[in-house]
């Protein structure tokens, strides 16, 4: 069984910055692709960014490019979260998300391509 626990949410003032982190755990278990989704009170659930790990390669939706920078521990199966210059509209439940194998880029924002998820992590950005 693998588990994804997410850490380093709370309360920050606009501006500020925070990072994220998810650790795998269980089962030995080598990510495919890792990604980050967030959802705000009453809307959908949105993609982030991911890192497909065989390469590590970045995406980033664009509301956040720029600001955000996902990153990886190989040796603690961990995975970051940096998120810059927070705004308000950054509030929400951060979720992290892994599956054993790799995604085609035009995939990996589909939270449906995703085995495993994490509880979440609660971020307000106010003032």
């Known amino acids: 069984q693998v588990q994804l626990v997410e850490s380093g949410g709370g309360v920050v003032q606009p501006g500020a910055s925070l990072t994220l982190s998810c650790v795998a755990s269980?089962?030995?278990?080598?990510?495919?692709?890792v990604a980050w989704f967030r959802q705000a009170p009453g809307k959908e659930r949105e993609f982030v960014t991911a890192?497909?790990?065989?390469?590590?390669?970045?995406v980033y939706t664009s509301s956040v490019k720029g600001r955000v920078t996902i990153s990886r521990d190989i040796a603690k199966n961990t995975v970051y979260l940096q998120m810059n210059r927070l705004m308000p509209e950054d509030s929400a439940v951060y979720y992290c998300?892994?599956?054993?194998?790799?995604?085609?880029?035009?995939?990996?924002?589909?939270?449906?391509?995703?085995?495993?998820w994490g509880q979440g992590t609660q971020l307000t950005v106010s003032s």
């Open positions: 890192l497909r790990w065989a390469d590590n390669k970045k």
């Open positions: 998300a892994a599956r054993p194998g790799g995604l085609i880029l035009s995939a990996i924002s589909d939270s449906n391509q995703y085995d495993y």
């Open positions: 269980g089962r030995a278990f080598t990510p495919g692709t």
